[in-house]
């Protein structure tokens, strides 16, 4: 099983909407951090979360961390088709080298129409 | 501020070829990344470097090398290609922020080995 699960896989959703985007870890987090993919495209970073009860908010869009839960969830408020695209998370773990190797969610795929 | 460069965008190999794939970075980050992109996988680093002349192993770098004789540069060599190589290639360099690290992407490298 995925050490990072993220929730849903995709989501279609009509222009105005809000929606939630889950990604949570097996095991504690030591950083959390969401990226925005379009096709053909790199990834773009978003947020970093690296605290419990931390919230983070650009433009629309807004990340919150559950330290319980070791789970991040990002939500976008009245949806626009630009909004449209891969939304990946990607977490760093205490480890006794490197917390700058992350390992990345499967991604959710979010479909915005007009 | 170009960012993370990749080139080739496209390229299409036949069994046993080789080839380099070329990163490079305009904002003097120490840390370089190679991942590899795959439906249903996720990313999965590749090898990683924390600065000119030292190199390290990721999740899946076999099949692959690289060398980073420059702090902008981070090629990565496919030695006889295999079909198992077809992927998406992202490179990626960080800058830290904290005990953390944010990393920036290049935009792709869609190869096809066939």
């Known amino acids: 099983s995925q050490e990072l699960e993220q929730s849903p896989q995709s989501l279609i959703v009509q222009e105005g909407k809000n929606l939630t985007i889950n990604c949570t870890s097996s095991?504690?987090?030591?950083?959390l951090y969401w990226y925005k993919q379009k096709y053909g495209e790199g990834l773009i970073f978003l947020m970093m979360?690296?605290?419990g009860g931390e919230e983070k908010s650009h433009e629309k869009i807004t990340a919150k961390l559950d330290e319980k839960k070791q789970q991040s969830s990002l939500h976008i408020t009245a949806s626009q088709p630009s909004h449209a695209g891969i939304y990946l998370c990607?977490?760093?773990?205490?480890?006794?080298?490197?917390?700058?190797?992350?390992?990345w969610g499967l991604g959710t795929s979010l479909a915005v129409n007009p | 501020n170009a960012g993370v460069t990749q080139t080739p965008k496209f390229r299409i190999l036949k069994i046993g070829q080789s080839m380099t794939l070329q990163c490079t970075q305009d904002?003097?980050?120490?840390?370089m990344y190679w991942y590899r992109q795959d439906p249903g996988m996720g990313l999965k680093l590749i090898y990683y470097?924390?600065?000119?002349?030292?190199?390290d192993k990721g999740e899946v770098p076999n099949g692959y090398n690289v060398s980073r004789s420059t702090t902008e540069d981070f090629p990565l060599r496919l030695e006889l290609a295999a079909p198992s190589q077809t992927s998406v290639y992202f490179c990626?360099?960080?800058?830290?922020?904290?005990?953390?690290?944010?990393?920036?992407f290049g935009a792709g490298t869609r190869l096809s080995v066939l």
């Open positions: 990626a360099s960080s800058y830290s922020v904290g005990r953390l690290d944010i990393q920036y």
């Open positions: 904002m003097n980050h120490n840390y």
């Open positions: 470097s924390v600065g000119a002349g030292i190199t």
């Open positions: 095991k504690t987090l030591y950083g």
């Open positions: 979360l690296q605290k």
């Open positions: 990607g977490a760093a773990y205490p480890n006794a080298g490197n917390n700058r190797k992350l390992i």
